[in-house]
């Protein structure tokens, strides 16, 4: 759709296209490749999973890995928006 209007379209960084965004390796190799892109407009969207109110529902939502996982990737969308 954008790339009707006429801007290019970036890459696309997501856990289910191989792009684990909660791997520090990972986070440094896709910010070089949006500072070498230089965007005009980045979207980055963390797991809701963390957050999500029907995550009340899980047993271990409030486990030291489940935790660590909401804050790390809230933390990288947070740095780089």
Request: proline residues 6%; aromatic residues 6%; glycine residues 6%.
């Amino acid at each position: 759709m954008a790339s009707m209007a006429g801007p290019t379209v970036g890459q696309t960084y997501d856990i289910r296209l191989g792009c684990n965004l909660l791997d520090k390796k990972e986070q440094d190799r896709v910010l070089l490749e949006i500072e070498k892109a230089d965007p005009i407009l980045t979207v980055i969207c963390p797991p809701c999973d963390p957050f999500s109110i029907l995550q009340n529902f899980r047993r271990n939502r409030n486990s030291k890995e489940w935790l660590k996982r909401g804050k790390g990737s809230a933390s990288f969308c947070n740095a780089n928006c």
